[in-house]
C-alpha cells in the first residue's frame, strides 16, 4: 500500500471555501493542496474530476457497543466506525457512559478497551452519572492526562443515569475549572417519568406511549434549565440531539443575549416525522423508539432554519442499534424499548440531500456543520474537519449528481432496521479517505479492524478566555479561574 496518496482535478470544499485543487496526503496527513500538483513515483492516483473533495466528517455523538436498557447495541466499535467510513464519516466522538457509583476512570479504561477495534479515529465524551469527590478527581486526570475536553449530563433516564441538579452544577463548575465543555442531553426525566406511569395507568403500553411521555415542552424545559445554570455559571455549554422548535428557540434566544450555546441536530430529527410510531407494525414503531423521539414534521423546518441561521451548528446521528428481538423486550410495555436507531453510515448523504440539494445550505455550509464545526467546538481543529497542509489525511471524495436508495439490505451497520429506509438520496461518496488510505472506493468497504486512533483533545478551547473575560463583565457570579 503507498503511503503517497494523489487526490487529482476536484473541489476541495472547506468551510470557508471551495476551490478547484489537488490534494497530496503523505504518511496519513495532507501536505499540499493547490493546482497540478505533480504525480510523484509510486504514489497511489484517484481521479476527483466532477467530485467535491471534502473534509472527512466528524459524527460527534454515536454509541457503539452501549450497554443499555438492559442490552448492547449492534454495532460494535469496528462495525460502527466501518459503516461510518462507508458514510464518509472518519471521525466518531462516542461516550464513556459510567454507571452510578462506578469510578470514572474504570468506565473509561472500559471503553477504551472497547474502542481498540475502531476501523476510523474516534474520541469520547465521559458523561457524569452521580458525584462525588472521586468524579471531582476523576475528571481532572480525564482532561489532563487523557484528552477528555467534554463532559455529558443525562437530564432524563430517572433511576438509571439522570443527573439531578446538584451534579449539574457541580459538574459544570468543575469542567469550567478544567477548561471543558459541558454537554446535556435536555429532557426533564421527572416529566418523563411522570408521564410514562400516565401513559400505562390509561392503557397505553405500544411504542405510539413513547412519543406522548416526551412531549416538546419536557425537552424545552430541560434546555432552558440548563442553559440558565451555564449563564449563571459561566461556562459553555453545547446541547445534543435538539429536536424540536422550543428548544432551538431556548438556544437562538440564548445566543442572542451573548451567551455562548451550542445546539446539534441528528440526521434523523431533521428527516423522519412522528407518524412511525402509530405504525401497526410493533417492529417498525419501536425501531423509532429513541429519545428525544421523532417530531411532528413542523419541527423539522425550525432546526433547518437553526442550522442555516447558524444557532445550531453540528449535525450527528445519535448512532445507537438494536435490532429488533432486542427493542421486543418493550412488546407490552414502551418503557422497556432499548431506545436508539441508527445513522452513523447515511448521515452525511441524508442531510446533503435533504440541506444542499434543496438550497437551504452551500458545500461549504455543509462541510461546516458536517465536520468542521465539531472539530472546533471540541477543539481538534484544523487536525480534523479541514483540507490544509498539515491536516490529517480524512477524506471524502463525492459525487454530487449520484443517487442512492437506502435501505437495510445495504447498508453496512449491523442491525435490521433503518429510520432512513427507502430514501432515495442525490449526493453520496464515492471514496473515504482515513490517515492517507482509501478505506472506501465505490461500494468497496476496506476498514481495517484497529486501525483507528483515539484522538486526545485539548482543553481550553477558545470558548473557555472569552467566557472568563465574559464573565468577569457579566455573569451574576465571579469566576474564580
Ligand atoms: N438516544 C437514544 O435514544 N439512545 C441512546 C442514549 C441517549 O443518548 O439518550
Ligand atoms: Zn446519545
Same mark, same amino acid.
Given at each position: 500500500?503507498?503511503?503517497?496518496?494523489?487526490?487529482?482535478?476536484?473541489?476541495?470544499?472547506?468551510?470557508?471555501?471551495?476551490?478547484?485543487?489537488?490534494?497530496?496526503?503523505?504518511?496519513?496527513?495532507?501536505?499540499?493542496?493547490?493546482?497540478?500538483?505533480?504525480?510523484?513515483?509510486?504514489?497511489?492516483?484517484?481521479?476527483?474530476?466532477?467530485?467535491?473533495?471534502?473534509?472527512?466528517?466528524?459524527?460527534?455523538?454515536?454509541?457503539?457497543?452501549?450497554?443499555?436498557?438492559?442490552?448492547?447495541?449492534?454495532?460494535?466499535?469496528?462495525?460502527?466506525? #466501518?459503516?461510518?467510513?462507508?458514510?464518509?464519516?472518519?471521525?466518531?466522538?462516542?461516550?464513556?457512559?459510567?454507571?452510578?457509583?462506578?469510578?470514572?476512570?474504570?468506565?473509561?479504561?472500559?471503553?477504551?478497551?472497547?474502542?481498540?477495534?475502531?476501523?476510523?479515529?474516534?474520541?469520547?465524551?465521559?458523561?457524569?452519572?452521580?458525584?462525588?469527590?472521586?468524579?471531582?478527581?476523576?475528571?481532572?486526570?480525564?482532561?489532563?492526562?487523557?484528552?477528555?475536553?467534554?463532559?455529558?449530563?443525562?437530564?432524563?433516564?430517572?433511576?438509571?443515569?439522570?443527573?439531578?441538579?446538584?451534579?449539574?452544577?457541580?459538574?459544570?463548575?468543575?469542567?469550567?475549572?478544567?477548561?471543558?465543555?459541558?454537554?446535556?442531553?435536555?429532557?426533564?426525566?421527572?416529566?418523563?417519568?411522570?408521564?410514562?406511569?400516565?401513559?400505562?395507568?390509561?392503557?397505553?403500553?405500544?411504542?405510539?406511549?413513547?412519543?406522548?411521555?416526551?412531549?416538546?415542552?419536557?425537552?424545552?424545559?430541560?434546555?432552558?434549565?440548563?442553559?440558565?445554570?451555564?449563564?449563571?455559571?459561566?461556562?459553555?455549554?453545547?446541547?445534543?440531539?435538539?429536536?424540536?422548535?422550543?428548544?432551538?428557540?431556548?438556544?437562538?434566544?440564548?445566543?442572542?443575549?451573548?451567551?455562548?450555546?451550542?445546539?446539534?441536530?441528528?440526521?434523523?430529527?431533521?428527516?423522519?416525522?412522528?407518524?412511525?410510531?402509530?405504525?401497526?407494525?410493533?417492529?417498525? #414503531? #419501536?425501531?423509532?423508539?429513541?429519545?428525544?423521539?421523532?417530531?411532528?414534521?413542523?419541527?423539522?423546518?425550525?432546526?433547518?432554519?437553526?442550522?442555516?441561521?447558524?444557532?445550531?451548528?453540528?449535525?450527528?446521528?445519535?448512532?445507537?442499534?438494536?435490532?429488533?428481538?432486542?427493542?421486543?423486550?418493550?412488546?407490552?410495555?414502551?418503557?422497556?424499548?432499548?431506545?436508539?436507531?441508527?445513522?452513523?453510515?447515511?448521515?452525511?448523504?441524508?442531510?446533503?440531500?435533504?440541506?444542499?440539494?434543496?438550497?437551504?445550505?452551500?458545500?461549504?455550509?455543509?462541510?461546516?456543520?458536517?465536520?468542521?464545526?465539531?472539530?472546533?467546538?471540541?477543539?481538534?481543529?484544523?487536525?480534523?474537519?479541514?483540507?490544509?497542509?498539515? #491536516?490529517?489525511?480524512?477524506?471524502?471524495?463525492?459525487?454530487?449528481?449520484?443517487?442512492?436508495?437506502?435501505?437495510?439490505?445495504?447498508?453496512?451497520?449491523?442491525?435490521?432496521?433503518?429510520?432512513?429506509?427507502?430514501?432515495?438520496?442525490?449526493?453520496?461518496?464515492?471514496?473515504?479517505?482515513?490517515?492517507?488510505?482509501?478505506?472506501?472506493?465505490?461500494?468497496?468497504?476496506?476498514?481495517?479492524?484497529?486501525?483507528?486512533?483515539?484522538?486526545?483533545?485539548?482543553?481550553?478551547?477558545?470558548?473557555?478566555?472569552?467566557?472568563?473575560?465574559?464573565?468577569?463583565?457579566?455573569?451574576?457570579?465571579?469566576?474564580?479561574?
Amino acid at each position: 500500500m503507498p503511503s503517497t496518496l494523489l487526490i487529482r482535478g476536484g473541489t476541495v470544499v472547506n468551510a470557508d471555501r471551495a476551490e478547484r485543487a489537488d490534494v497530496l496526503c503523505r504518511e496519513g496527513r495532507i501536505v499540499a493542496v493547490g493546482l497540478d500538483l505533480g504525480v510523484q513515483a509510486g504514489a497511489e492516483v484517484l481521479d476527483a474530476e466532477g467530485l467535491y473533495v471534502m473534509p472527512g466528517g466528524i459524527d460527534p455523538h454515536t454509541h457503539m457497543q452501549l450497554p443499555f436498557m438492559g442490552t448492547v447495541t449492534m454495532d460494535d466499535f469496528y462495525s460502527g466506525t #466501518a459503516a461510518g467510513l462507508a458514510g464518509g464519516t472518519t471521525t466518531i466522538i462516542d461516550f464513556v457512559i459510567p454507571d452510578p457509583q462506578e469510578p470514572l476512570m474504570d468506565a473509561y479504561r472500559k471503553w477504551r478497551g472497547w474502542a481498540e477495534k475502531s476501523a476510523s479515529d474516534y474520541s469520547f465524551h465521559v458523561a457524569v452519572t452521580w458525584w462525588d469527590d472521586s468524579v471531582h478527581r476523576d475528571m481532572a486526570t480525564l482532561v489532563r492526562e487523557e484528552g477528555v475536553n467534554s463532559f455529558k449530563h443525562f437530564m432524563a433516564y430517572k433511576n438509571a443515569i439522570m443527573c439531578d441538579d446538584e451534579t449539574l452544577v457541580r459538574s459544570f463548575r468543575r469542567a469550567l475549572e478544567l477548561g471543558a465543555m459541558p454537554t446535556v442531553h435536555a429532557e426533564n426525566g421527572e416529566l418523563v417519568f411522570l408521564l410514562q406511569q400516565e401513559m400505562k395507568a390509561l392503557g397505553v403500553t405500544g411504542p405510539e406511549g413513547h412519543p406522548l411521555s416526551r412531549p416538546p415542552a419536557v425537552e424545552a424545559e430541560a434546555a432552558q434549565r440548563a442553559i440558565a445554570i451555564a449563564d449563571v455559571l459561566g461556562v459553555p455549554i453545547y446541547i445534543v440531539h435538539v429536536s424540536c422548535a422550543e428548544a432551538a428557540d431556548a438556544i437562538a434566544r440564548a445566543r442572542a443575549r451573548g451567551q455562548r450555546v451550542f445546539g446539534e441536530v441528528l440526521a434523523g430529527h431533521l428527516t423522519v416525522d412522528d407518524s412511525a410510531y402509530r405504525n401497526p407494525d410493533f417492529a417498525t #414503531a #419501536a425501531g423509532h423508539v429513541m429519545s428525544p423521539p421523532f417530531r411532528e414534521k413542523s419541527h423539522q423546518e425550525a432546526l433547518w432554519r437553526g442550522l442555516q441561521a447558524g444557532h445550531l451548528h453540528t449535525t450527528a446521528t445519535d448512532h445507537c442499534t438494536f435490532c429488533a428481538a432486542q427493542k421486543a423486550a418493550g412488546k407490552d410495555d414502551f418503557t422497556r424499548i432499548p431506545n436508539g436507531c441508527g445513522g452513523v453510515e447515511e448521515r452525511m448523504m441524508v442531510i446533503w440531500d435533504a440541506g444542499v440539494n434543496s438550497g437551504r445550505l452551500t458545500p461549504s455550509e455543509f462541510v461546516a456543520i458536517a465536520s468542521a464545526n465539531a472539530a472546533k467546538l471540541f477543539n481538534i481543529y484544523p487536525r480534523k474537519g479541514c483540507i490544509t497542509a498539515g #491536516a490529517d489525511a480524512d477524506l471524502v471524495l463525492w459525487d454530487p449528481t449520484a443517487t442512492r436508495t437506502l435501505s437495510v439490505k445495504t447498508q453496512k451497520s449491523l442491525g435490521d432496521f433503518n429510520v432512513f429506509e427507502g430514501r432515495t438520496v442525490t449526493g453520496v461518496p464515492t471514496a473515504t479517505i482515513s490517515q492517507g488510505k482509501v478505506v472506501y472506493l465505490h461500494g468497496d468497504l476496506r476498514a481495517e479492524r484497529g486501525a483507528g486512533r483515539y484522538v486526545q483533545r485539548p482543553a481550553f478551547s477558545t470558548h473557555f478566555d472569552a467566557m472568563a473575560r465574559w464573565s468577569k463583565l457579566h455573569a451574576p457570579v465571579a469566576v474564580t479561574r
